[in-house]
């Protein structure tokens, strides 16, 4: 079925720094999403984008992150700067329409450490 | 605000029985509810998913789930189970308006062994 991929698969970095986390969707999806799953609790949801804007965001997207999508290329979540917090398992994830019942495709995350 | 609840972390089966993983979700309105499953080291994919309609809904691979709305349940169900269902299943609810994303369970670890 269709991929996602995530790149990279692990990163670790020291508080303070930036971080870029890659997202490769489905290519004729139009919709993307990140979601972050802290060690032992659920995931969250962070993000949803459509048509180069934030649709919707949760508490969890803080100043310090931002996503883009330049020119139909990778989709990323930015980082700037990173916190202990900020330690997690990110699932990005696309679909094709934005609605409540469509389904997503999503990736098999990028584990952040931030030292 | 809406929750999921999976009460197993850890389920353990052997190979040819048969599987349920339990599912209760909270939300006030009529939920979307799926079943995910992510198997090692790749990203969670679809199982099912229910909407309206017949409350028992058929999936891949042989799983199927039943929506009961007196219990606020969505149970998966699988009659005989292979080594190859081993893997992390996740229970989600989309609000109708789909404000703040999907709801997700914390996930129930099925292991099937020989």
């Known amino acids: 079925g269709p991929k996602v991929l995530q790149i990279p698969s692990h990163q670790i970095i020291d508080m303070g720094q930036m971080v870029t986390l890659n997202c490769d969707p489905v290519?004729?999806?139009?919709?993307f999403y990140w979601y972050k799953q802290i060690l032992g609790q659920q995931m969250e949801f962070l993000v949803n984008?459509?048509?180069?804007?934030?649709?919707?965001k949760s508490k969890l997207f803080k100043d310090q992150f931002s996503v883009e999508r330049p020119d139909g290329s990778y989709f990323t979540l930015k980082i700037q700067p990173t916190a202990l917090e900020d330690s997690a398992v990110y699932f990005c994830a696309s679909s094709l329409e934005g609605s409540s019942a469509e389904t997503l495709y999503f990736g098999s995350g990028t584990r952040l450490t931030v030292l | 605000a809406q929750s999921v609840t999976q009460p197993d972390a850890r389920v353990t089966v052997s190979e040819g029985a048969s599987l349920q993983l339990r599912c209760k979700y909270s939300y006030s309105g009529t939920p979307y509810l799926f079943w995910y499953v992510q198997y090692p080291r790749q990203g969670l994919q679809l199982l099912l998913k229910y909407y309206s309609g017949d409350p028992v809904v058929q999936g891949v691979n042989g799983f199927e789930a039943e929506f009961s709305k007196s219990n606020s349940s969505f149970h998966l169900r699988k009659a005989s189970v292979h080594w190859s269902d081993s893997a992390v299943y996740f229970c989600v609810l989309s609000a109708y308006n789909y404000a703040q994303g999907l709801t997700f369970g914390l996930g129930t670890r099925v292991s099937v062994f020989p």
């Open positions: 984008f459509y048509n180069g804007k934030v649709m919707e």
């Open positions: 290519s004729n999806h139009l919709y």
